[in-house]
T-cell receptor, first 111, second 116 residues
Framework: NAGVTQTPKFQVLKTGQSMTLQCAQD?????MSWYRQDPGMGLRLIHY???????DQGEVPNGYNVSRSTTEDFPLRLLSAAPSQTSVYFC??????????FGQGTRLTVV | GDSVTQMEGPVTLSEEAFLTINCTYT??????LFWYVQYPGEGLQLLLK?????DKGSNKGFEATYRKETTSFHLEKGSVQVSDSAVYFC???????????????FGKGTHLIIQP
C-alpha cells in the first residue's frame, strides 16, 4: 500500500508566487489534515476535512486554501507565498477513531 | 481548548540508559492518546497508543500508560539504543461528534539523542 503520498518533497518559491502541495491517500480514510512543522512549535493544524466536499479551518489557516473533491485527494494551496510560510508540511489521513498516517512531508522555502 | 505539554529537549542519554519523556494533556471528554516518532528526514510514525484510562500502549520496548487522574501519558523505555534517536511527539485526539474531527493536537516534540 502506498499510504499517504505527498508531492513535491522539496520546493523553493519566490515571495508572491502560488503553488499547490499535493496529498493523496489510498486507504479510503474519511479524515484528512494538513499540518506545518516549525522548530520549537511542534505540529500545527492548518486545515482539515471530514469527507469529500467538507473542509474546515485549523489553528493556523491564514494564507492557505484547501478543497476536497474526492476522498483520496486533499491539496493545499498557497495563493501568495510569504517567507513566514517557510516550513515543513505534513498531510495526514485517518478514520477518526484510530491512529493517523502521515506522508513524508514537503519542505518549502519561500525566499 | 485541547493542549498537550511535553518536556522540552534535546534529551541526551547514553546507550542502555532508562528513558522517560513526560507528557500531560488538557482535553474535554475522553481523548485517545498517542506517541508518534519522527526519524530524521521522515514523516511521523505511530509508536504506540491508548484509547481509555489505565490502558498501556507498548511497542519496540517503549511503554506509556493512560493516567486519567493525573492527565498524563509518559513515555518510558528501559534501555535505549542509538537507533532510538529521533523526535518524539505526544498527541491526543478528542472525541467530539464524529470523533477526532478537529484533528490531532500535538505537543512540541522532544528531540532524543542517544550516544554510544
Amino acid at each position: 500500500n502506498a499510504g499517504v503520498t505527498q508531492t513535491p518533497k522539496f520546493q523553493v518559491l519566490k515571495t508572491g508566487q502560488s503553488m499547490t502541495l499535493q496529498c493523496a491517500q489510498d486507504m479510503n480514510h474519511e479524515y484528512m489534515s494538513w499540518y506545518r512543522q516549525d522548530p520549537g512549535m511542534g505540529l500545527r493544524l492548518i486545515h482539515y476535512s471530514v469527507g469529500a466536499g467538507i473542509t474546515d479551518q485549523g489553528e493556523v489557516p491564514n494564507g492557505y486554501n484547501v478543497s476536497r473533491s474526492t476522498t483520496e485527494d486533499f491539496p493545499l494551496r498557497l495563493l501568495s507565498a510569504a517567507p513566514s510560510q517557510t516550513s515543513v508540511y505534513f498531510c495526514a489521513s485517518w478514520t477518526g477513531r484510530a491512529e493517523a498516517f502521515f506522508g513524508q512531508g514537503t519542505r518549502l522555502t519561500v525566499v | 481548548g485541547d493542549s498537550v505539554t511535553q518536556m522540552e529537549g534535546p534529551v541526551t542519554l547514553s546507550e542502555e540508559a532508562f528513558l522517560t519523556i513526560n507528557c500531560t494533556y488538557t482535553a474535554t471528554g475522553y481523548p485517545s492518546l498517542f506517541w508518534y516518532v519522527q526519524y530524521p528526514g521522515e514523516g511521523l510514525q505511530l509508536l504506540l497508543k491508548a484509547t481509555k484510562a489505565d490502558d498501556k500502549g507498548s511497542n519496540k520496548g517503549f511503554e506509556a500508560t493512560y493516567r486519567k487522574e493525573t492527565t498524563s501519558f509518559h513515555l518510558e523505555k528501559g534501555s535505549v539504543q542509538v537507533s532510538d534517536s529521533a523526535v518524539y511527539f505526544c498527541a491526543l485526539s478528542s472525541r467530539r461528534g464524529g470523533g477526532g474531527a478537529d484533528g490531532l493536537t500535538f505537543g512540541k516534540g522532544t528531540h532524543l539523542i542517544i550516544q554510544p
